[in-house]
């Protein structure tokens, strides 16, 4: 009997984790909208500057995500990131932070793992799923261009809870478990300088600021040092200015700084402003993933129950365990190759 055919429409963390699970048991493609692979582990070049401006690190509580980092982190592609952190809150002295947990990056960018796991793997990028269609007994993908992709026996989405709703078959009977899920938004600025002062951190968590957190930049592993900063607002400003211009959230970001350091930066060479309107689930669901054996659909996330999201924990490592779960349920059905 042939491997079951199947689309997973995602290459972040989580469809990369489906698609290296499932390999050899079935006959799988990742579909992605974006140029490149890893979502929101996201790595964007500015001339010579380089910058995390999604997830800044992600350990590994679980010993099932330790096992599957292990050949990453012996072949150097994820290493332990051992910055000084400070917390900064304007009028208050600063204070060092201590990471009792490893703390792991990618190297050179957080892009690498999600790039080592692609590397095996059947992918098509820039390819945006806006429907998805059975006929004549399989799924059919239409894209924004008003291509498709077919026939395929199952369909996978490991997109944000709300972007899945969007162009998932309605038959799907995972959509009102997805309903309920809620993201928080966060803002990314990425500042370039002539040159920065001496700074006393590589990173800091910012309190009673639009701020959360500050990174210099070549402060992780296997990067070169650069004048750069990257910015990463709290998801209640953002969702407050979300709709904001982007000069004024860029101004309002800069004052932040210049508050939490205690000292005005140079005016920079260059800014650049990410909004990320899913930045980590802040109510998620009560199962591992959704699963509708039915109608061979399927869909797992940083929205599903491994992600602590009243503690902010929506994390690199949720979106592992959901999809490792869903592989694991998968391979126990008929068809799968054992
Ligand atoms: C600003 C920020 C900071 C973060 N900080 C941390 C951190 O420090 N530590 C940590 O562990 N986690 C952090 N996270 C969370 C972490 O990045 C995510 O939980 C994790 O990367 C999610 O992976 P995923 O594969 O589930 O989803 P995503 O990475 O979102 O992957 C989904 C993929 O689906 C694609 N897609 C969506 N719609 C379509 C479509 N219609 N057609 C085709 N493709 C589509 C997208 O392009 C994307 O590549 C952070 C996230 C953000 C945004």
């Avoid at 000069?247 to 350091?261: E, H, Q, Y």
Wanted: overall charge negative.
């Amino acid at each position: 009997m042939p491997a079951p055919r199947l689309a997973i429409i995602g290459a972040g963390i989580s469809g990369l984790t489906l698609a290296t699970l499932l390999g050899g048991h079935a006959d799988v493609v990742v579909i992605d909208k974006s140029r490149g692979v890893g979502g929101r582990m996201a790595s964007r070049r500015v001339g010579e500057a380089s910058f995390d401006h999604g997830a800044q690190f992600f350990t590994a509580r679980s010993k099932a995500f330790q096992r599957f980092l292990q050949p990453w982190i012996d072949a150097g592609t994820v290493k332990a990131w051992e910055p000084r952190v400070l917390t900064l809150e304007a009028g208050s002295k600063p204070y060092r932070r201590d990471w009792f947990e490893p703390h792991y990056v990618g190297v050179p960018a957080m892009t690498a793992l999600p790039k080592a796991l692609a590397a095996g793997l059947n992918l098509s990028l820039q390819a945006e799923v806006t429907k998805v269609e059975r006929e004549a007994e399989a799924w059919w993908l239409t894209f924004a261009d008003s291509s498709r992709a077919g026939p395929f026996d199952w369909v996978v989405a490991t997109a944000p809870a709300p972007q899945i709703l969007n162009w998932f078959p309605s038959v799907f009977n995972g959509l009102e478990a997805l309903q309920h899920v809620r993201y928080a938004p966060c803002f990314a600025l990425m500042l370039g300088f002539a040159e920065l002062p001496e700074l006393r951190f590589d990173a800091a968590r910012v309190k009673s600021s639009p701020l959360d957190w500050i990174v210099r930049g070549g402060s992780k592993e296997g990067t070169v040092p650069q004048q750069t900063l990257l910015l990463h607002s709290t998801r209640a400003w953002a969702a407050e200015e979300l709709e904001a211009e982007s000069s004024i959230v860029v101004d309002n970001l800069c004052k932040a700084l210049d508050n939490a350091i205690g000292i005005p930066l140079p005016l920079p060479e260059f800014s650049l402003l990410h909004r990320w309107r899913y930045a980590s689930s802040a109510q998620t669901t009560s199962s591992a993933f959704e699963l509708d054996v039915t109608n061979s659909l399927a869909a797992c996330g940083d929205w599903s129950v491994f992600s602590d999201a009243d503690n902010g924990g929506t994390r690199v490592e949720s979106s592992f365990l959901s999809a490792s779960a869903l592989a694991e349920r998968l391979l126990t059905l008929p068809g799968f190759r054992a």
